[in-house]
Nanobody, 126 residues
Framework: QVQLVESGGGLVQAGDSLRLSCAASGRTFSSYPVGWFRQAPGKEREFVAAISWNGGNTNYADSVKGRFTISRENAKNMVYLQMNSLKPEDTALYYC???????????????????WGQGTQVTVSS
């Protein structure tokens, strides 16, 4: 059984930075791509960023390119999302998820992910 736990969310002002962390259980976690998604109230869940199993391939939503950076430390079973220059429209519940397929690419499609965390709230005030 795989468990994912997000942390690092909070209330910040526009222009501030946050680093989200995703801690995973399971010794095979390092073999799987991981994605970050977010969901704002009244909106559908949307893709934010994803990283391949070895970090060699990453994908970002256009809305966060140049501001967010995804990374991972496989030895620690950790994935991170560094968020800089935060905007009020970044306010959402942020989830990390593990892709179904080991050794796959960094997919932007949430249907490609099977294990999800409970989320961490990010609120950006103007």
């Amino acid at each position: 059984q795989v468990q994912l736990v997000e942390s690092g969310g909070g209330l910040v002002q526009a222009g501030d930075s946050l680093r989200l962390s995703c801690a995973a259980s399971g010794r095979t976690f390092s073999s799987y791509p991981v994605g970050w998604f977010r969901q704002a109230p009244g909106k559908e869940r949307e893709f934010v960023a994803a990283i391949s199993w070895n970090g060699g391939n990453t994908n970002y939503a256009d809305s966060v390119k140049g501001r967010f950076t995804i990374s991972r430390e496989n030895a620690k079973n950790m994935v991170y999302l560094q968020m800089n220059s935060l905007k009020p429209e970044d306010t959402a519940l942020y989830y990390c998820a593990r892709r179904r397929t080991a050794y796959g690419l960094a997919s932007t499609n949430n249907r490609d992910y099977d294990y999800w965390g409970q989320g961490t709230q990010v609120t950006v005030s103007s």
